[in-house]
C-alpha cells in the first residue's frame, strides 16, 4: 500500500512538474513575442525620432519590412504592433538563433514617411539622408527616443492625425486630402511648381487627434498641440 502510494504521488508530481514546466514555457513565449513587439516599434521610433517620448508622430499609413524581405502596410500602432506579432509567431523566432536579441530580425520603416511636429508641420522624408538629419534634430536629452527616463514610453504614440485635412502652403493656398498618400501628392505638386523650395505644409486648425487609450480630441492651435506632445513626454 504505502510503495503503491508512493508510486502514485510521484507519478502525480511528475504531472504537475510537466504542467509548470509547460505553463512557463508559453509564458516565456508569450514574454518572448512581446518584448520583440516593443523592441521593434521603439526601434522603429527611433529611427524618425518619434513617439510619446520623441519629437515628432508618424503619419499612418505606414509601410514596415521584415528581415525576410517581407512588407506590410499599417494603418495605426494597433496594426503595427499586431502584425510583428504576426511575423514573430509564423516565421517561429527563437532567442540565440538568430532571432531578435541583437535586432537582426527587427523590422523597419519603408520610405517615404510622413511625421509632424509639435509646430504643426509636416516632413515628408524619402531619403535615408533625410531621415538621418531628421533624427539629428531631435535631440534625446529632451525627451526624444531613448532617452529611457521619465517620459519615456517606448512603442506607443502620442496621438495620431484624423483624416480629413485641411493643409496651407507659403502662398496661402490651401488644399484638402483625405489620406497620406493625398498628402504627399499635394506636398510634391507645390514644390514641383516652387522650384528651390522644399516645403513643410502645416494644418490649418482645428485637427482632430486620436490619442494612445482611443480618446478623440479637437486640437484648435498650435500652443494646443505643442501642450498635448509635452503631456506625453511627461
Not at 147 to 166: A, R, V
Amino acid at each position: 500500500m504505502y510503495r503503491t502510494f508512493i508510486k502514485s504521488f510521484g507519478f502525480f508530481a511528475i504531472l504537475a512538474f510537466a504542467g509548470f514546466f509547460t505553463s512557463c514555457q508559453q509564458e516565456d513565449s508569450v514574454t518572448s513575442v512581446e518584448n520583440f513587439v516593443l523592441q521593434s516599434t521603439t526601434g522603429m521610433e527611433d529611427q524618425c525620432g518619434a513617439g510619446a517620448a520623441g519629437c515628432y508622430e508618424l503619419v499612418f499609413p505606414i509601410s514596415i519590412q521584415f528581415s525576410d524581405s517581407t512588407t506590410t502596410v499599417v494603418g495605426s500602432y494597433v496594426e503595427l504592433k499586431q502584425a510583428i506579432r504576426d511575423w514573430f509567431v509564423a516565421n517561429d523566432i527563437r532567442p540565440g538563433h538568430g532571432g531578435h536579441h541583437g535586432g537582426i530580425n527587427k523590422p523597419r520603416l519603408v520610405l517615404p514617411i510622413q511625421v509632424i511636429t509639435d509646430e504643426g508641420e509636416i516632413i515628408t522624408i524619402e531619403t535615408q539622408e533625410e531621415l538621418r538629419e531628421l533624427r539629428a534634430l531631435c535631440n534625446p536629452g529632451q525627451g526624444g527616443p531613448g532617452n529611457g527616463g521619465p517620459g519615456h514610453h517606448g512603442g506607443e504614440p502620442c496621438f495620431t492625425i484624423s483624416f480629413p485635412l485641411t493643409v496651407s502652403f507659403p502662398d496661402s493656398s490651401q488644399v484638402v486630402v483625405n489620406s497620406t498618400e493625398e498628402l504627399r501628392d499635394a506636398t510634391r505638386t507645390w514644390n514641383q511648381n516652387n522650384p528651390g523650395q522644399h516645403v513643410r505644409p502645416r494644418f490649418v486648425f482645428p485637427i482632430t487627434v486620436t490619442l494612445s487609450d482611443g480618446t478623440q480630441v479637437v486640437v484648435n492651435s498650435r500652443a494646443e498641440l505643442r501642450a498635448l506632445k509635452e503631456d506625453c513626454r511627461g
